[in-house]
């Protein structure tokens, strides 16, 4: 079974902050993404990174910067934390032409 | 951006009822995806779908790729206590899965 593991469930942080999230993945996948889940707007595509040291912008990359320095590893950095960047943000993995596996979600909440 | 329009919103039905929901774009999409996220885990993939017209099942669930490909429905038949959960479209434009367009979410409720 494919596991993407993200560090942490739960997250408050203060305005401001720099605010790192983590992510890895057990599977060699190729590709990794992130998403933010609020409710009524579903899934948003944040950043999405198809190897190492690459990475493409998403829907809505502002106020976000990613990481990928190892292939299982894939970091989603708030520079400055703001309070509209509370939400559940989901880590994804996946082979090439094949669907996303999920990690189980971090809920940040900045204060 | 795209855009998904997913409905209903929410459900709550009894234990035993059928379920539909769906989503539809103004744009034509090349794969469409079903996933159900229980609460507090991230959403796992029930349905993938490839062909204008495609049916495909999963146990009680059935999907289905719309004729125009603008739309994809999702199936439950008789409902169980676990089928609770939210309900995510997503589709594909360009058939690959790097920048899938998610619908907003059905939430589904089951009273036993």
């Known amino acids: 079974d494919v596991k993407v593991t993200q560090s942490s469930r739960y997250l408050v942080k203060r305005t401001g902050e720099k605010v790192f999230l983590e992510c890895v993945q057990d599977?060699?996948?190729?590709?990794m993404f992130w998403y933010r889940q609020d409710p009524g707007l579903g899934l948003r595509l944040i950043y999405f990174?198809?190897?190492?040291?690459?990475?493409e912008k998403g829907d809505i990359p502002e106020g976000y910067s990613v990481s990928r320095e190892k292939k299982e590893r894939f970091s989603l950095i708030l520079e400055s934390a703001s309070t509209n960047q509370t939400s559940m943000y989901l880590c994804?993995?996946?082979?090439?032409?094949?669907?996303?596996?999920f990690g189980n979600g971090t809920r940040l909440t900045v204060t | 951006g795209q855009q998904l329009n997913q409905s209903p919103q929410s459900m709550f039905i009894q234990e035993g009822e059928d379920v539909s929901m769906n989503c539809t774009s103004s744009?034509?999409?090349?794969?469409w995806l079903w996933y159900k996220q229980d609460p507090g885990e991230g959403p796992v993939l029930l349905i993938a779908?490839?062909?204008?017209?495609e049916l495909t099942s999963n146990g009680r669930l059935t999907a289905q790729f719309g004729i125009t490909r603008k739309d994809s429905f999702l199936n439950i038949s008789a409902s169980i206590p676990s089928d609770v959960g939210i309900y995510f479209c997503?589709?594909?434009?360009?058939?690959?899965?790097?920048?899938?367009?998610f619908g907003a979410g059905t939430r589904l409720a089951v009273h036993p």
């Open positions: 994804a993995s996946s082979p090439p032409i094949t669907p996303l596996h």
């Open positions: 744009s034509i999409f090349n794969t």
């Open positions: 599977m060699d996948h190729e590709n």
């Open positions: 990174s198809y190897d190492v040291k690459m990475k």
């Open positions: 779908l490839y062909k204008a017209g």
């Open positions: 997503a589709g594909s434009i360009s058939g690959g899965y790097n920048k899938l367009i």
